[in-house]
């Protein structure tokens, strides 16, 4: 007698919800800074002698040291989360040996880079404001600190998430999937809001 035929045996990997959501939430804010970007060629293109006018006050070279702390800042996030899917919350050596560093010490110094960053800006807001150059000043300096203030904003929100992966990290009594979870979609965020910045660096302080 034939054995009878049994179907094989089918598992589906459903994608994290948490994760999901994360990245519907960022689309929603792609579309916001679409509206700031079309914004600032708006009013470019109505009147782009005051763009020729207000656009040497910027310190490009200032500026790309600032992205490039940033965009740096992305690496160390990733190899925080890498550490993360080892469920790696600290380092196993000493803090020299980045080679042993955990989650906890590769998302503090992407804490660190993301503050270095924030003060950065704050300085050159400062440095154009001395130079006459507010948001209330004319219409580049309104749309130069809307777009700029932002995004920086969305930094700073970066920073609390990183502080509270970080708390959670250091309370869980045992670092499992809920703890690299939070990593990742707080990478996804990141990730996102350095993307964002580079665009706003091409635009502003490139494209002439």
Known sequence: MAAPHTAPHVSVNRPNPVSVGT????????MFFAGLFAMYFTLRSTVPAEWAAQTGKLNVTYAAINTTVLVLSSVTCQMGVWAAERFQPARTGSILAVRTWGMNEWMTLTYVMGAIFIGGQVFEYASLAHDSLT???SPYGSVFFLTTGFHGLHVIGGLIAFLF???????AKRFGHHEATTAIVVSYYWHFVDVVWIALFIVIYLLK
């Open 23 to 30: 990245i519907v939430w960022l689309a929603s804010e792609l």
């Open 135 to 137: 948001i209330s000043s």
């Open 165 to 171: 992966l970080l708390g959670r990290s250091f309370t």
